[in-house]
């Protein structure tokens, strides 16, 4: 099963200078019970697609679906089912990766996994 489905997004900004292409045509495929990075340098687009599958922003064009719920069209059905965990926490520096998502999940009130 697919956990999160995303075709031909696209998100432009409009700055002074003209259109900022964020996005220009994703497609992403996640399959359940499993890790997906997405790695680029700054300006690539990770932020916006982060933002897009976490109901934040819509994208310009493009369908995105989390748990096969369309996060345009349902946005509070994929807020009830998701948790995000920021990069930049007050505390980040001194957390591992797994102990800043033992804290969103502690904050979350999740039961232990391990």
Known sequence: MTII???GLKKT??????PVHALDGLDLSV??????????????G??????MLTTLIK???????????D???N???VRRIIGAS???????????GFENLEMVGRLYHLGRVC
Request: aromatic share 6%.
């Open 5 to 7: 489905e995303a075709k």
């Open 13 to 18: 900004y409009r700055s002074k200078s003209g």
């Open 31 to 44: 399959p359940q019970g499993t890790v997906k990075a997405l790695l680029g340098p700054n300006g690539a």
């Open 46 to 51: 990770k932020t916006t697609v982060v933002k």
């Open 59 to 69: 994208p310009d064009e493009g369908t995105a679906f989390v748990d096969g719920i």
């Open 71 to 73: 996060v345009v069209r």
């Open 75 to 77: 946005p509070k059905a």
């Open 86 to 96: 920021g990069q930049y926490a007050a505390v980040d520096e001194n957390l591992t």
